[in-house]
């Protein structure tokens, strides 16, 4: 697929991967007693404490099991590699660079749960590899890395979870089937808070010795500087390694609405922010406060917004002017009439959204592995919400509205 698509054979590719099993797909269908092997690049607290842990929560019903692992940090390397030899009684490959591990032979699939800078390179490195993924959000920081692993997935049939699992909840399953049946009227307004009082890069700050840390590997595509181990560790808190809370948290978000209204491109974006309480030693250069604006083209603006000074204030819903559908209470969305300008009835009082019945997203992925069937956060879904992030991120640094070409798959201010 060249790098400047023609809208319709977007489209087209877009829409067909929802059904269709490429051939070299397909013929990468593993029976139900072969092993599936994964390899996991990225030892940090995400890969180790929830990716490691599901998979392994798989290993016995599933048949699968974990059998290599790279990151740039020694200690996180072994660390990850002595739990695969107590879990699987096995010694597990340990390699510095991704490469190294996508070379393995018997290696069906990875976990890339590396940094938000080095995603799409990962992906696209381990669909050129021939290997399916699961891959973390945010997709990336830059969308010509975004669009090359997309073409890359799609040119090799891979299969690919994104890693936004709330589309997995029966609880947001049973919004969109609420949704869908136009009970809350006409919607123009979908909306989050997500607020904290501290900034969650503060937590990942560790004492990291150079010796122990391939610093070439983990910068990849960001400018050279010396070594620091606040960066390494912290890096969620510094601009071009991540961007802060839109991809950081509200690519979940985004996700939701798009899964649940079957919108796909924003068609504008606005964003403010800046850091206005966190200001310390560490001079994190990712925001503390942000605020984005987007329009969608099936007629509604969805509103997003941190504030990391205060933990008040949480809410997620979406209006309609019949009433509204309350999602605050992830578990438990409810249905409410409260504030329909034109109820005529239709809801009354306070309903608890029925949940849909839906496999794990975890479980999902290792079954479509199997299936060759197109997971529940496919590559056009990951696709979707990473442009819109990138969106706000370019209005945000720019002070101006974008838009989205979705022919040339350009970022153009608006």
């Known amino acids: 697929m060249s790098q ?33 092997s994964v390899g996991i690049i990225g030892c940090g607290d995400r890969g180790i ?83 399916d993924a699961y891959c973390e959000k945010p997709m990336d920081t830059d969308l010509s890395r975004l669009n090359r692993a997309y073409d890359a997935v799609k040119a090799a049939g891979t299969i690919v979870q994104i890693g936004t699992q709330l589309r997995s909840w029966p609880s947001f399953a049973g919004c969109r089937k609420l949704y869908r049946t136009g009970i809350l009227g006409k919607v123009a307004r979908i909306e989050q808070r997500r607020n904290g ?11 990291v010795r150079r010796q122990d840390v391939d610093w070439q590997t983990f910068l990849m595509n960001q400018p050279d500087r010396p070594f620091d181990p606040v960066v390494y560790s912290g890096w969620y808190g510094y601009r071009g390694f991540s961007d802060g809370p839109v991809p950081g948290l509200a690519s979940h978000f985004l996700d939701l609405v798009q899964y649940i209204t079957g919108a796909r491109f924003p068609s504008s974006c606005v964003s403010l922010g800046g850091t206005y ?56 969305p409810i249905l409410s009439a409260e504030g329909g300008s034109k109820n005529a009835g239709v809801i009354r009082g306070k309903t608890p959204v029925e949940p849909v019945p839906r496999p794990d997203h975890w479980l999902n992925w290792v079954q479509c592995l199997r299936s060759r069937q197109t997971p529940h956060a496919s590559i056009d879904d990951g696709y979707a919400h990473g442009v819109a992030c990138l969106m706000a991120v370019q209005a945000y640094d720019t002070g101006r509205r974008t838009t989205f070409d979705p022919v040339t798959r350009q970022i153009l201010p608006g």
């Not at 392994?56 to 002595?82: K, Y």
């Open 49 to 131: 404490n929830v990716h490691m842990n599901n998979l392994h929560g798989l290993s016995a019903s599933q048949n699968v099991e974990i059998t290599a692992v790279a990151d740039p940090w020694r200690v996180r390397r072994e660390h990850a590699a002595a739990l695969i030899k107590e879990r699987y009684a096995r010694k597990a490959g340990q390699f510095v660079s991704h490469r190294e591990l996508l070379a393995l032979k018997d290696v069906d699939a990875v976990v890339i749960a590396s940094c938000d800078h080095q995603h799409c390179t990962h992906l696209a490195d381990a669909a050129q590899a021939g290997k």
């Open 4 to 36: 400047k698509l023609s809208r319709r054979r977007f489209m087209h590719a877009t829409a067909t991967s929802l059904t269709a099993l490429s051939a070299a797909s397909y013929a990468r269908v593993l029976g139900a007693n072969d092993r599936i």
């Open 197 to 207: 009082t501290k900034p969650y890069w503060y937590n990942y700050v560790k004492d």
């Open 277 to 332: 309480t966190w200001k310390d030693k560490y001079n994190f250069t990712s925001p503390d406060q942000v605020q984005a604006l987007w329009e969608y083209p099936e007629g509604f603006v969805v509103s997003y917004s941190t504030n990391f000074g205060s933990s008040a204030d949480n809410r997620m819903a979406i209006i309609g002017d019949q009433g509204l559908l309350d999602m605050t209470n992830w578990s438990s």
